[in-house]
DNA sequence: GGCGGGCAATAACATTTGTTATCAAATACG
DNA sequence: CGTATTTGATAACAAATGTTATTGCCCGCC
């Protein structure tokens, strides 16, 4: 699971091993929740197999803001850090198996790593991405109308399309379910 | 202008005098732009007086995305970090009183003081409050009307509602200026 | 002090999107 | 295998929001 990182890394065997131990293997059903909105985060999470998804409640409706698959890492990466109360939940969708890592664990690796300028910058642009990727889904947000948010997800994220159900994609994409639906025959009688 | 800044560093005078002054002063009239969307950014700013807005072309359309006012630090962070071509035009509303420094003055600051474990958890922080305040501004996007976006604004910046024309208001808050109209109208009514 | 242009309010109408309800198809699971 | 549950499509109507056009105001500038 890990080995598609080591070469990413240059580390000695020791310290790999140290790290990568700190890792434990899980399978957890369909619909699970593995941090709940509000909870303070104990664990990040490397997907082996299965889909997640991220959301959160808006007055009794949930509403879904990032997918995960396979080999993606997941925590509220903020709260994470920082020891907050998650704004979000992070739930599984299908039946998955997961490696997860403890916070303290975490924070002892990247607190050693973190002497080495080349992890130094790794870890600010890891955290720079994640902000790009907001900066991204928001303008996208903006600029786009559903149907062409509907349209960039089925080009750039085709998994989500295919795996997730539709109700999910709805509220990531910021409409109902109804629309969705017209949405894509609109799509289908164009084509 | 710096004196504001002095206590949360424990650098010794010599550092303080050499990193404060890679900053220069300038003046810039209103509606100039500092950084135009698709450039790579030279500078990051400091505003001693006046307001700012960054702002996206979107189909001949300008959408506006962020303000700032005295004593903000602006740029287009991302790029700035990865040399990038910027997604925005960073450009002042008021006349400005502006202190810049030169990214390579500021890269050589960040690399000397992230020897420094407690700078270096600064960095990482402020990134991450960035990256939150994307967050919060997208989560608000998806979950409020823009009713109450705009009560919120009124709330959290009554800055921006005083000092700003209103088209840009509008279109930060993501609805046309005719939209924005309506929503005070009704407000005012209410009241 | 007058004038042109940017700015804001409002009305009328068009379009988009949401809501509710109903039905059909797909799927899970005992 | 059959039944319950989930999922997706569609129609009809309601609400939200955009577009265009008009008007009046205010402010900078000659």
Redesign the interface.
């Known amino acids: 699971m890990f080995d598609q990182f080591r070469n990413k890394f240059r580390l000695d065997d020791d310290k790999w091993n140290d790290y990568t131990g700190c890792f434990k293997r899980m399978k957890v059903s369909a619909r699970t929740a593995l941090l709940k909105e509000g909870d303070i985060p104990k664990n990040m999470f490397l997907i082996e197999k299965g889909c997640i998804r991220v959301w959160?409640n808006?007055?009794g409706k949930d509403?879904t803001?990032q997918f995960f698959f396979e080999n993606n890492m997941v925590s509220s990466?903020?709260s994470f850090?920082?020891g907050y109360p998650s704004?979000v939940t992070i739930e599984t969708i299908e039946p998955c198996v997961l490696w997860y890592i403890h916070k303290k664990d975490a924070d002892r690796i990247i607190a050693e790593v973190?002497e080495l300028?080349v992890f130094?910058e790794m870890?600010?642009?890891t955290?720079?991405e994640?902000?790009?990727d907001?900066?991204k889904?928001?303008?996208s947000?903006?600029?786009d109308t559903p149907q062409q948010r509907y349209l960039n997800l089925v080009k750039e994220k085709p998994q989500v399309v295919q795996r997730v159900p539709q109700h999910y994609i709805a509220s990531y994409l910021?409409v109902s379910t109804v629309h969705l639906s017209r949405i894509k025959s609109k799509l289908a009688k164009e084509k």
């Open positions: 959160f808006n007055d509403v803001t990466i903020e850090r920082k704004p973190s300028p130094r870890i600010i642009d955290v720079f994640r902000t790009f907001y900066m889904q928001f303008f947000f903006i600029k910021g």
